[in-house]
């Protein structure tokens, strides 16, 4: 695709779809020029490199996320659905919960969700560091309940180029992770059940349960 053709747009859409089939390590310019039929040069007319394209992309997806109006919902419904939405996105785009390892992520669509973040806990009542302390700790309860599903995608990916190899080996990993975990009691008595038939597998609404836990936390704080 020439240049005059390509946009800035349509290689960052791009991108975002290969960083969603490839993960972070899958994406280069080589790969993306395939993708756009491009020659890997005509995408630098657009991007400084990869590091400035991963940051358009993020900021992209931060787009997707939705502000609720903080006059016609509480502010515990509005945190919750920020929470959840956020869960969402970030297990749409694995990826880039591996970015907030790898690089130092901002952007207007970042920064329009965080000042939203800190006028739900203003709003709840929480004042300076303390609305700051209110939204971080949300957003790392959700990011860290992301990282589970990145770890997945990512060992998907792993064992795809692997083939039955790599398929094995998972198998024999969690055939000893249950042999170990059968001399526990508490853990012997969940691999009996039929919701742990996978040891790794989170309980089931575990994280609207944990995110609940949470909020109760915080709103306890306003009390006392």
Request: hydrophobic share 45%; proline share 2%.
């Amino acid at each position: 695709m020439p240049r005059d053709v390509l946009t800035r747009d349509q290689l960052i859409r791009t991108a975002i779809e290969l960083l969603d089939a490839e993960g972070l390590e899958g994406l280069n310019m080589r790969a993306l020029g395939r993708r756009l039929d491009s020659a890997a040069t005509a995408m630098y007319w657009h991007v400084k490199n990869k590091d400035n394209l991963v940051l358009l992309a993020t900021d992209q997806v931060w787009g997707e996320l939705k502000l609720p109006d903080l006059g016609s919902v509480d502010w515990r419904t509005a945190a919750t659905a920020m929470a959840i939405d956020l869960y969402e996105m970030l297990t749409r785009h694995p990826w880039l919960v591996q970015a907030f390892a790898a690089h130092v992520l901002y952007g207007e669509g970042k920064a329009r969700h965080d000042d939203h973040s800190l006028a739900v806990y203003e709003t709840a009542g929480f004042t300076g560091a303390q609305a700051d302390q209110a939204a971080s700790a949300v957003f790392t309860y959700v990011l860290g309940n992301a990282a589970g599903a990145a770890a997945t995608a990512s060992l998907t990916r792993k064992l795809a180029r692997n083939d039955a190899t790599g398929e094995e080996q998972l198998q024999d990993a969690m055939t000893r992770a249950r042999e170990i975990a059968a001399r526990f009691p508490r853990l012997s008595t969940r691999l009996e059940t039929s919701a742990a038939a996978d040891y790794a597998a989170a309980p089931d609404n575990a994280f609207e349960f944990g995110l609940q836990a949470l909020l109760d936390g915080l709103e306890r704080r306003l009390a006392a």
